[in-house]
């Protein structure tokens, strides 16, 4: 059960974070939200796929790891085998909190039963011997920001490709190398065709509004599914 606080110099003075990787630590996830902003960063790595909660009509886009739940196939004991962690992963245990009312800036809060929490000489410091931050807390700081900024952005990206009808289901089906298989469903992403068939103004306007380089980068992040399942052939031989 998450305990979350808001990060206080006095309170958490010598609180240490670990910062390895590791499943009890946890990495050991499927798939971990992506925000436009970052898909540049995430294509060259992970298979951007986009699902709509139960119950909901709004989307959220995930970076995707494995095909079952709890299954990390960048995840090598202590090591993580790609050059990006996504930001919403990179953040543990760390998190942006905003007073009650919802107005005003946003605060970094920290889950104090987080398994990242480290015990007395392990991990790294937040605040030195003189109660300011560390360099790692500073550069925390600026991934919230920037993950924080993206999400409460991404609104109008996923109203853009509901206002064009530009999201199809998705589903997969791996048989792999052993013959066993493994499905996603569930999930949507961009329709290709849909996206060739928009006109030059709808095109210019997503353009203007930054909408059309997120678009392409998501496309272009579904080449990481036949990467992804070589990782899972790899780990079962």
């Known amino acids: 059960m998450p305990r979350h606080a ?11 974070v670990r910062t390895e990787a590791g499943a009890a630590l946890g990495d050991d996830m499927m798939a971990v939200l992506t925000v436009p ?3 540049r960063r995430v294509q060259a790595h992970f298979p951007i796929l986009f699902r709509r909660e139960a119950g909901r009509e709004d989307f959220t886009a995930l970076a995707l790891f494995g095909f079952e739940t709890g299954e990390n196939l960048f995840l090598d004991g202590d090591r993580w085998g790609a050059r990006y962690r996504p ?6 245990p760390f998190l942006v909190g905003r007073p009650a ?3 005003g800036p946003g605060q970094v809060h920290i889950d104090l039963d987080h398994p990242r929490i480290a015990g007395a000489g392990d991990g790294v410091r937040l605040f030195d011997g003189d109660g300011m931050a560390t360099p790692f807390l500073e ?3 600026e991934r919230l920001g920037d993950l924080d900024e993206g999400y409460r952005g991404s609104g109008a990206f996923y109203d853009a490709l509901i206002a064009h009808d530009l999201l199809e289901p998705f ?18 992403i961009i329709d290709e ?8 103004a709808t095109l210019g306007a997503l353009h203007a509004a930054g909408h059309l380089m997120p678009m392409f980068m998501a496309m272009a992040s579904l080449s990481q599914l036949s990467a992804l399942v070589d990782r ?3 780990k079962l031989g």
Request: aromatic share 4%; glycine share 6%.
């Open 232 to 234: 899972k052939n790899r």
């Open 193 to 200: 065709e849909r996206v060739r068939a928009l006109d030059a």
């Open 101 to 103: 009312d919802g107005d």
């Open 171 to 188: 589903s997969l089906e791996v048989t792999l190398d052993d013959g066993s298989k493994h499905s996603l469903v569930g999930f949507h």
């Open 37 to 39: 902003s970052e898909f």
């Open 139 to 141: 550069t925390i700081a």
């Open 6 to 16: 808001v990060l206080d110099k006095h309170s958490h003075r010598d609180l240490r």
């Open 87 to 92: 930001l919403a992963m990179a953040i543990q």
